[in-house]
């Protein structure tokens, strides 16, 4: 267990919703990141949040969005879904800015 | 952009043998941070070990250990009396001195035979 949780585990859900993925980080960890994995695309990183201020961006569609609230948890918003978006999404979490990442178990996105 | 390149995309090893997995990067930084992953069937992403740039010493975690080639741009990960829970995906990945999220390759299915 790395401490990282995420919920939920799993989520199937129609092209053009919209739907949350949440995040607790270790305790004490400040840094969270998420990134997604999908046949096609592989590992990405998405984004970077430390200590609630958005940190560093990779390779995240406009149509999601995330954000660090003040307990450190995260939440990653993913709104107009399409069959792409489909993918397993890791939230991982760090002490600080170049410490390793502990990787959650990661949600299972499907999108019909 | 830094970029990771995992040329083997399948490895197959006996039991008690041991592998090794190639991993080479681009980057025009000189400070960064540099790991190996492993992602058995479960899907979780567990750290392996790690290797910072600036230290010349090779990593090694007990079975795992890490051949560091800077000048050469090189980090591979030899498995030690490989076990049948070493089957997995291992992907090698890469963060800059900023540390602004992890660059991955695209994975080597390592396969261990009984």
């Known amino acids: 267990d790395s401490g990282v949780t995420q919920t939920p585990k799993h989520l199937i859900t129609a092209t053009g919703q919209r739907v949350t993925l949440r995040c607790s980080p270790r305790?004490?960890?400040?840094?969270v990141y998420w990134y997604q994995q999908s046949l096609d695309q592989g590992l990405q990183f998405l984004i970077q949040?430390?200590?609630?201020?958005?940190?560093a961006k990779g390779n995240i569609l406009e149509r999601f969005s995330a954000q660090q609230f003040p307990d450190l948890h995260s939440e990653l918003n993913l709104s107009s879904l399409e069959l792409g978006d489909s993918a397993l999404y890791f939230c991982?979490?760090?002490?600080?800015?170049?410490?390793?990442?502990?990787f959650g178990q990661g949600t299972r996105l499907t999108v019909v | 952009a830094q970029t990771v390149t995992q040329s083997q995309p399948e490895m197959s090893v006996q039991e008690a043998e041991t592998v090794t997995l190639s991993c080479t990067y681009d980057?025009?930084?000189?400070?960064?941070?540099l790991f190996w992953y492993k992602q058995p069937p479960s899907r979780q992403m567990i750290l392996v070990i790690r290797?910072?740039?600036?230290?010349?010493q090779n990593a090694t975690e007990n079975r795992f250990s890490v051949n560091f080639q800077k000048a050469a741009k090189s980090f591979s990960l030899k498995i030690s009396d490989s076990q049948l829970g070493d089957a997995a995906m291992y992907f090698c990945?890469?963060?800059?001195?900023?540390?602004?999220?992890?660059?991955f390759g695209k994975g080597t299915h390592l396969i261990i035979q009984p």
């Open positions: 991982a979490s760090s002490l600080g800015l170049a410490t390793e990442a502990f």
């Open positions: 305790s004490g960890d400040l840094s």
């Open positions: 949040y430390y200590n609630g201020e958005e940190r």
């Open positions: 980057t025009s930084e000189s400070d960064y941070y």
């Open positions: 290797q910072e740039a600036y230290k010349q």
């Open positions: 990945a890469y963060t800059g001195g900023g540390a602004d999220g992890l660059t």
